[in-house]
């Protein structure tokens, strides 16, 4: 159950209430595609850092190591040790990202190679829903297709519609998988997906036709595939007003703490995105001046932490220039350390968000966020 606890223009202030914990927004969920987050991070790190909530993807826990499996031993949150909510993602992006699979779609679902072992795999709406159900996670996703932003308008306006069939699919296979005997959540939820492309007509016609589902929560799908910024932003001004406020807007995908911004001002409420975990891998870590690249030789005797104000693990014990030493010694410990600051960082600027959301102060906050990442940059 979503409650809208406050707006400041479009922005929203919500309270999330799921079986598996509440969900304060607007929300930053950490992206574990295997059960873990890529850096060497456990969920008991994910608690540390202020994480609420996970998304773990089907495709890939299907693939291995089985979503059978993981029934078996009690289901996901069981699996990774975490007791709070999961959202899985439905697979349906992969069908895009794996480009193998361009022509291939067919109304049933699609079938395609693994891309560990390289067997067959077919995966419609009602076998996205089962693996979902094994799973247990709290927010399931619905099976969609994610066409390219910039497809040609017949190819996008097929696609839309068969996503939409899709979600009857699912809607209706989740329901009875929720009432099946062994199902590990039985009280999981759904989320039907916005496509359309930068296509307005297109995104504002299935915002309502979705809208009108029985759903717990609508995610825009198939931006930051393309476009460009200011494309994503005038999406986001076209579709989400035509989704219905009481409910939370999931944004996919996206992004950095610029869009996340613009975003929440736009009325979003979740996000998800591997690009703070990506970029710490690589040294690139995220401070209110923008980002550093520790790899860069004037760390290299540099005994500050990260970001002076920023009170994560990885700043309160340790300095640019160690951890720039174990970057360049390929020490595992230095890529954690970077990424445990990148996600702390993220799920903080969200409790600030939330914080200056309740303040009223949200369109100072964004302001002063913004002109720093400018002067860091001028910098």
């Known amino acids: 159950m ?40 456990s969920s008991l790190d994910l608690k540390e850092i202020g994480c609420q909530i996970e998304l773990s993807n089907t495709y890939h826990l299907h693939v291995r190591p089985g979503d059978q499996i993981i029934h078996e031993l009690g289901g996901l949150h069981r699996f990774m040790n975490w007791d709070r909510p999961i959202l899985t993602d439905s697979g349906g992006f992969q069908v895009y990202s794996l480009s193998s699979l361009r022509g291939k779609i067919k109304e049933e679902g699609v079938t395609f190679a693994s891309h560990v072992d390289g067997r067959k795999i077919f995966m419609g709406p009602e076998e996205s829903m089962q693996i979902q159900s094994h799973l247990g996670s709290t927010i399931a996703m619905a099976f969609d297709e994610c066409p390219p932003a910039l497809a040609e308008r017949s190819y996008i306006e097929a696609s839309v519609s068969r996503t939409s069939r899709w979600l ?35 995104r504002i016609e299935h915002a309502k036709v979705i809208r009108e589902k029985n759903l717990d929560g609508f995610a825009i799908g198939g931006l930051a595939v393309g476009e460009s910024h200011a494309q994503m932003y005038e999406t986001l001004d076209q579709v989400v007003p035509y989704l219905p406020v009481d409910k939370p807007t999931y944004l996919m995908g996206v992004g950095t703490p610029e869009n996340i911004l613009e975003a929440v001002d736009r009325g979003v ?18 401070t209110n001046l923008g980002k550093l690249n520790l790899w860069n030789e004037k760390y290299l005797k540099d005994d500050r932490p990260i970001a002076e104000d920023c009170d994560c693990p990885t700043c309160r014990n340790f300095s640019r220039a160690y951890i720039r030493h174990l970057l360049k010694a390929k020490e595992m410990l230095g890529m954690r350390l970077c990424v445990i600051h990148n996600l702390y960082y993220y799920n903080h600027l969200m409790q600030e968000i939330r914080d200056a959301l309740d303040q009223g102060t949200f369109a100072a906050y964004k302001k002063m966020r913004l002109d720093g990442f400018l002067n860091g940059k001028k910098a």
């Open 2 to 41: 979503y409650e809208l606890l406050k707006t400041e223009g479009r922005a929203k202030r919500g309270r999330f209430s799921t079986v598996h914990g509440t969900v304060e927004t607007p929300v930053f969920m950490n992206v574990g595609t295997v059960a873990a987050i890529k850096g060497a991070l």
């Open 269 to 286: 409420d979740f996000f998800d995105c591997v690009l703070p975990a990506r970029n710490a891998r690589h040294g690139h870590v995220y």
């Open 168 to 202: 009857d699919r699912c809607i209706a296979e989740l329901k009875r998988l929720n009432g099946l005997e062994d199902t590990i959540n039985p009280h999981q939820m759904l989320f039907g997906i916005n496509q359309g492309g930068i296509l307005p007509d297109v």
